[in-house]
Every structure is written in C-alpha cells, then in structure tokens.
C-alpha cells in the first residue's frame, strides 16, 4: 500500500502527464489558418503561373496547419492598381504583384526593377531588409518572395523605328519604364493589361513595354509588329503578405510560408529557359527584331535613377547604394 507521500507524488506525476497530454491535443487540434490570395494578373497568365504553384507548394507542404485560397487573379478579381491597398488594408491576405503597381503606397518599391542583384544576393547583403522595412512600415506588408528575376523587359511596337526616338508616339506605360520612354520621347497612356490589345487594335497607342515572356499568352503579338533589343531591367514581381497577418501566424506557418518562397525563387534557370522559347515564339508570331547597342540599355538605367532619385530624396541614394554593383 503506497504512503501519502508516494500517492502525493504519483498524483503530481499523473497531472504533469494530463497537462502534457492536453497542451499536445490544443496543438494538433488548432484550427487550420487560411489565408486568402489574390493576382494582380489573371489566371494562367506568365505572371501568375508561378504564384499559383507557390500557393499549390503552400497548400502541399501545410495541410492541417496552413493553407491558401487563392481568390484568382486579374481585373475580372480586382483593379490591379488596387491590389496594394486591399493587402495594406487585409482584405486580401497575399498578393502577387510587381512594385509599379503600389508606388502610391510605397513609392521606393519602383527601385526593385533597377537593381543589379537576384532576390537570394538581396538577401544576404541588406537589401531586402532595407526595402521590407519600407514595406513594412508604409504598406503594412511583409515581403515574402520575389519571382521573375531572370526575366527583362522590352519596348513592343506597332511601328518601326530607325533610332531610340519615341517621338510623336504613344506608349502604353506602367512607373516601371515611364521615365525611359519618355527620355525618349515618348508620350505615356497608363491603362490596365487586360486593356492593352484594344488599344493596339485601335491606334490609341504604338506600343508598350512587358517582358521578354508573355506576350503570346496575353494575345498581343496579334497586335505586335517589332520587339526592340535588348532588354532592360528586371521584371520582378513581388509576393507580399499584410503584416499584421504575418505577425499573428506560428513560426510553423511562417516556416511553410518561407519554404515555399525560396523554392519559387529557386526558379531562375527555368525562366532563362523560358525566355528563350519566347523569343522564338515571337520570331514564329510575325514579331521581327529592332536592335539598338549597349547605349541604349544604360540610357535605361541613367533616366530610371534619375527619376527614381529626384523623387526618393530620402531613401533613393541607399537604395542605389544597395541595388547597383
């Protein structure tokens, strides 16, 4: 027969295990967090393609603990200028959009499209901490991930020129190149993508700017006629989450979140492999090339820091200071 001593001490034991075991049910018994998600482009399209898989990733690598509803994406869901504002604000959870398309919000974010480094350098030499912080602070958004590093832009048009002169045409524009093309003359018409073909079709504008992919996918090389080389840029889309969301999940969902952002980051080569098949496609659509030399790129670069400095006084110079080599 046990002493008190002994019955005390079991019973103690026996309400360590109870408490124990308890903690564990509350662990594996939490609800499931959902977190809803929207793209700036639509469904299907190069932009979202990748943001769909990342939400696939999330929803693969989290059941019972996190996953993502993705809402859809383009202005069949919401303006994609708009975006910004409804993940400022947490109607939307996540968004997959591109800096140009929130600098009302935050308008140091028009600086990603000029660096000179990948999303995982930013990382590692201050950055991306620096531009989150902005993020964090102005937007109440957490950067989560960046997709479409490896990918620049392009000047497309409906006419040929024989020389960087912009003059007397306009051009479909978004911030990302709306200091460039003007440097060359240009007249820049803002409009959504879903509006883009229209405007080709009618004569409202003479060309745009986008990236080496998707043009085939959006329809425009319908409306196309040249594509000038080379590139510029990076046409960088960012993954942002409202940061009082991010604060309130456990460092398990966050760990979910992180891992399926550095797999779609991971994603470099196969978009280098992408471009390729694009730039064929083009040349099979009817698109023919307009090839300008290493001036022209750098013309890119001086009028986009130009601007980028005159309007970011405070922020711009370590910004450059961190996003140039």
Known sequence: ?????????????????????????????????????????????????????????????????????????????????????AIKTGVVDIGNLPGAFY????????????????????????????????????????HLARQKDCVPFHLYLTKKIETPDLSGMNIRTTPIYSAFFSSLGGSMIRTPPGDVYTALERGAVDGYGWPTQGVLD???????????DPGFYRASVEVLINNNKWDKLGKQQKAILKQASMWMEGLCTEDKEINATEIKRQAEAGIEVISFDGDYVQKAYDAGWDAFLKANPEHGPKLKELLTK
């Open 1 to 85: 027969m046990k002493s008190r001593e002994q019955l005390k001490k079991s019973l103690k034991i026996s309400a360590i295990g109870f408490a124990i075991f308890g903690g564990l049910m509350n662990v594996t018994s939490a609800e499931e967090v959902t977190l809803k998600a929207v793209s700036a482009f639509a469904n299907g399209t190069t932009f979202t393609k990748n943001f769909q898989r990342f939400v696939d990733k999330v929803n693969e690598i989290g059941p019972g603990v996190l996953k993502i509803n993705y809402l859809g994406g383009g202005k069949a869901v919401l303006n994609p200028f708009e975006l910004g504002n």
């Open 103 to 142: 600098t009302n919000i935050v308008p140091e974010a028009d600086a990603i499209k000029l660096t000179q480094f990948t999303i995982q350098e930013e990382r590692k030499n201050g950055a991306w901490a620096y531009m989150n912080d902005l993020h964090v602070k102005k937007m109440n958004a957490y």
């Open 218 to 228: 959006l329809g425009w090389h319908e409306v196309t006629k040249y594509r000038v």
